[in-house]
């Protein structure tokens, strides 16, 4: 096990042992997955049922397509680690609050500081919205949307960390939506140039 996934084990644990909101109603803890070692990270929303069984993000419905649009722009799995927003599912899986938003994201925090990423990408609204109000929870509402500013690459600093944010639509939005499967093309192109890839 490298340094960053030892790290990533404690923050785990911590994460676990936290009094986080919705951790009362839900069935396991949903930290992350894939290799700490990665230049990408991936940032959705929350959990939903199948991710709340199995404890894993993106295992359902939008974690199946995005498996394919990972494999159809020549990446996959080992390229990228996936994180979420909230590490519960929240019931019935409404968005989260504001509040919810606030407890959990410091865990996702230090996952990405022990991650140390050189590109975030946010799927949706609401992780790009929390990247762009950095990190400012009370901000998000201010902040443009995603169908406005995806694929476009900007510098984010977090706690000391410069980082790179690209935006992009979140899965579930491109399996209900075939043309946005040309733009996430197009976008994850410019990521994997952030990367030399
Ligand atoms: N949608 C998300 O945003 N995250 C998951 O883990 C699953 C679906």
Known sequence: MSEKEKLLEEIKKETLQADLPLKEGA???????????????????????NEDLQGVPFVGAAGKNLDKLLHEVGLSLDDVYIANILKYR?????????????AHTPYLLKQIKAI??????????YATKFFLAGTDVDKMNEQEGITKIHGKPREIELDGM?????????PAAIIYNRSLIAEWEKDLEIVKKEIGK
């Open 27 to 49: 069935t396991n803890l949903v930290f992350g997955k894939g290799k700490g070692d990665v230049e990408i990270l991936f940032i959705g929303e929350a959990p939903g049922r």
């Open 90 to 102: 929240p019931p019935e899986n409404r968005g989260p609050l504001p509040s919810e938003i606030k």
């Open 116 to 125: 140390r990423p050189k590109v975030i990408c946010s799927l949706g609204n």
């Open 162 to 170: 410069k980082l790179k944010l690209i935006p992009l639509f979140h």
